[in-house]
């Protein structure tokens, strides 16, 4: 039934709440799990320096990004499940459909309230974003 889940994940332990929910979806349905860290464009620094301070910390960013997505993706493959690891630039809602559409994912399995806080007032719900422009089944389980 799903063949491709995708989990986009911001690298908080209340996100991460969906994992024992995905792992037993992908070991019924033999699915391949997708997981997403999606890496946001910070603020533009008024200095001369801002710009190569920007990129040197939008690698350092992308570079964590990248061992957190391989790092999970790689516990997966340790139970035996099909699992790859991706990093988007962009903005998270937009990346994630955008990445659920060019994946073919069956399925985008989250935890609502990933984020807490000043950054969930600013920038809203991920998970009612998606829910509002997304095309295919979404699992959300509320993680409090």
Known sequence: MYKRILVPLDGSPRAERIMPHVERLAQKFNSKVIFLRVV?????IQ???GAEFENKIMREEEGEAE????AWSG????????????VEHGAVVYAIIRVAEREDAD?????????????QVFYGSVAAGILHRI???LLIIRSS
Request: without cysteine.
């Open 107 to 119: 399925l985008i399995a989250m935890a609502s309230h990933g984020r807490s806080g000043l950054p």
């Open 47 to 49: 200095r001369p320096q």
């Open 67 to 70: 061992t957190y997505v391989s």
């Open 40 to 44: 946001e464009p910070g603020s533009i």
């Open 135 to 137: 095309d295919r089944p």
């Open 75 to 86: 516990e997966f493959r340790e139970k035996g499940l099909r699992s790859k690891g991706l």
